[in-house]
T-cell receptor
Framework: GAVVSQHPSWVICKSGTSVKIECRSLDFQATTMFWYRQFPKQSLMLMATSNEGSKATYEQGVEKDKFLINHASLTLSTLTVTSAHPEDSSFYIC????????????FGPGTRLTVL | GQSLEQPSEVTAVEGAIVQINCTYQTSGFYGLSWYQQHDGGAPTFLSYNALDGLEETGRFSSFLSRSDSYGYLLLQELQMKDSASYFCAVNGGATNKLIFGTGTLLAVQP
């Protein structure tokens, strides 16, 4: 099956610093990647949709200048949390789809961000 | 707005059958998916319904009624390892983005 990896799996940073999270599709080309955020005991909230070679589409209420998304290749998308604050502490999950059917979306293992 | 409602918690015993309901209200609808997520893990795909009716995959079945904006996940022969959170998700448009439901925490007891 299709495999999606994320790096790092967890990160702790100081308030005010920026953190970059990578999402890679390992055995397929991902034309579209999605970024989600999940707070403890809550659902996954879609942050943005990222298409290779074009600007990401952000969901309502998500600050595009704070959460920078780059999808420079068909196997890599990055999410940078700029000037992170404690309220940004969360579980960030990416997913990817290639040319598969409409229900085929493969999730990465997630990155747990803790901002001190 | 868009919303997908699920019961917050369900408890059942090993070997039993449990049904997790999902009612949705979304601006677009291509299909309804179900995902399982163990604590701290990634969501894993369970089932997908694009058309009305029942889809069966082993111990798991999923049902959809588009006219009622309603679906459910049926888990049979429950096992302890089925204890997890279950999410319904609507595939809402041409981009195939998923809008997730509120999630149901299933606790399977011996």
């Amino acid at each position: 099956g299709a495999v999606v990896s994320q790096h790092p799996s967890w990160v702790i940073c100081k308030s005010g610093t920026s953190v970059k999270i990578e999402c890679r599709s390992l055995d397929f080309q991902a034309t579209t990647m999605f970024w989600y955020r999940q707070f403890p005991k809550q659902s996954l909230m879609l942050m943005a949709t990222s298409n290779e070679g074009s600007k990401a589409t952000y969901e309502q209420g998500v600050e595009k200048d704070k959460f920078l998304i780059n999808h420079a290749s068909l196997t890599l998308s990055t999410l940078t949390v700029t000037s992170a604050h404690p309220e940004d502490s969360s579980f960030y999950i990416c997913s990817a789809r290639g040319g598969q059917g409409p229900n085929e979306q493969f999730f990465g293992p997630g990155t747990r961000l803790t901002v001190l | 707005g868009q919303s997908l409602e699920q019961p917050s918690e369900v408890t059942a015993v090993e070997g039993a059958i449990v049904q997790i309901n999902c009612t949705y209200q979304t601006s677009g609808f291509y299909g309804l998916s179900w995902y399982q997520q163990h604590d701290g893990g990634a969501p894993t795909f369970l089932s997908y319904n694009a058309l009305d009716g029942l889809e069966e995959t082993g111990r798991f079945s999923s049902f959809l009624s588009r006219s009622d904006s309603y679906g459910y996940l049926l888990l049979q022969e429950l096992q302890m390892k089925d204890s997890a959170s279950y999410f319904c998700a609507v595939n809402g448009g041409a981009t195939n983005k998923l809008i997730f439901g509120t999630g149901t925490l299933l606790a399977v007891q011996p």
